[in-house]
């Protein structure tokens, strides 16, 4: 049982850390033989021989061999088939002898730490452990999966006396790989994706990650060696889902989706087109929280999201549809030399789809709500390019 002696605390993450090597061949003996993993593995690889891959996953004795031998190869036909190619920059601001707690904004529920991970494959670099909420594991061969796949759990279904506890066991463990384990980890800014794509660091996610530790708030974080990070998709697969999301909450606050609505975000993520796929590496931050000259805790939380939301903003990708986006949501023309005549054709057209898209799914929208869900994706698109602006 992996633990960790946290001031006088002894802290037990078994039922959250990813499985060790020695539970791997075990673990994966059970998974393969669950229908619920055989037809996603069939889903997402049509042409798979599913006896032939069982034979081969089974011979595998380590999650760093399954990265490589399996993830690897996956994720590279995943971005053959779903993107116009996949970019990394700022590679070189990562110190191989350093871990990080690789910080991003949230788009993909699936694949914003996968294909940041895959880059680092590329590189021959060690990935990072993924965090993952609990409310995306509907049933257990999913939560076997992830952990088998270096994901530790966030719990996000506790009661409010057990939030706490939760917190500090995911801090602590946050802590335990970075510094015991000698390994990064990936986690999002915030809890949920960003559906208007305005990524803005939630301050309780910084609250947690400095619960961890035995100095200060300040020398906590400082401990977990924030790496702020950028993902960046020319199209979002699920974009006219987050729309109709929206329009119904528009209509009714209390609107919540349903665990079909996030299998159905989840497959749309994983298998429809993307475009263009840019990941930039940010600088690490350490050295900017140490300079933050401040005693009061909620101060220097406030300190750590800003330098984690200008990180991410500064490492955005903009493509056309952003600059797009922009001017047409200010009825104006002052990025009409980012992009071309048969740019705006293709936009103006791939958002007309979009819309059509949901039009399938609600069958009794309004030309008023036609409207608000074009401002709505418009904005989507915009927003990345507003706060990239802001950081210049």
């Not at 309780?204 to 708030?217: C, F």
Request: a negative charge; aromatic letters at 8%.
């Amino acid at each position: 049982m992996t633990h960790l002696h946290n001031t006088d605390t002894e802290v037990s993450f078994a039922d959250i850390a990813p499985y060790s090597d020695a539970e791997f061949n075990g673990k994966m003996a059970t998974l393969v033989k669950e229908p619920g993993f055989e037809h996603a593995v069939r889903y997402a690889m049509p042409d798979v021989d599913y006896p032939a891959f069982v034979e081969r996953v089974l011979t595998i004795h380590s999650q760093n061999d399954f990265q490589v031998q399996i993830m690897w190869p996956f994720l590279e036909m995943l971005a053959s088939k779903t993107t116009d190619g996949i970019t990394c920059g700022g590679l070189c601001n990562i110190d191989p002898e350093q871990k990080y707690t690789f910080i991003t904004n949230h788009r993909d529920i699936v694949l914003d730490a996968s294909f940041l991970n895959l880059c680092m494959l590329r590189e021959k670099m060690t990935t990072t452990e993924i965090a993952i909420g609990n409310n995306l594991l509907i049933y257990d061969w999913i939560a076997d999966l992830v952990k088998l796949n270096k994901s530790f759990i966030v719990k996000r279904d506790v009661r409010m006396i057990e939030a706490l506890k939760a917190a500090r066991q995911l801090s602590a463990y946050i802590h335990h790989a970075i510094v015991e384990k000698h390994q990064s980890v990936w986690i999002a800014q915030r809890e949920g994706r960003a559906k208007d794509s305005n990524d803005v660091t939630q301050e309780s996610l910084i609250k947690m990650l400095a619960l961890g530790g035995d100095g200060s708030t300040m020398e906590n974080l400082v401990e977990v060696n924030l790496l702020p990070s950028a993902i960046s998709y020319e199209y979002d697969p699920n974009d006219y889902l987050k729309a109709r999301e929206f329009l119904m909450r528009r209509r009714d606050p209390a609107f919540h989706k349903s665990e079909h609505d996030d299998l159905l975000a989840m497959e749309t993520g994983l298998i429809k087109p993307k475009g263009r796929v840019h990941v930039e590496i940010g600088k690490p931050i350490s050295d900017d929280i140490k300079a933050l000259d401040t005693e009061d805790k909620n101060e220097l939380v406030k300190g750590v999201c800003h330098l984690v939301d200008s990180g991410i903003h500064r490492g955005y990708r903009i493509y056309p549809i952003n600059y797009i986006a922009f001017d047409q949501l200010e009825s104006g023309h002052r990025f009409a030399g980012m992009y071309t005549a048969e740019d705006l054709d293709k936009t103006n057209a791939y958002i007309d789809s979009r819309l059509g898209k949901v039009e399938e799914l609600i069958h009794d929208i309004n030309t008023e709500e036609m409207e608000y869900m074009r401002q709505t994706i418009l904005g989507m698109y915009a927003n990345p390019l507003k706060n990239k602006l802001r950081t210049v």
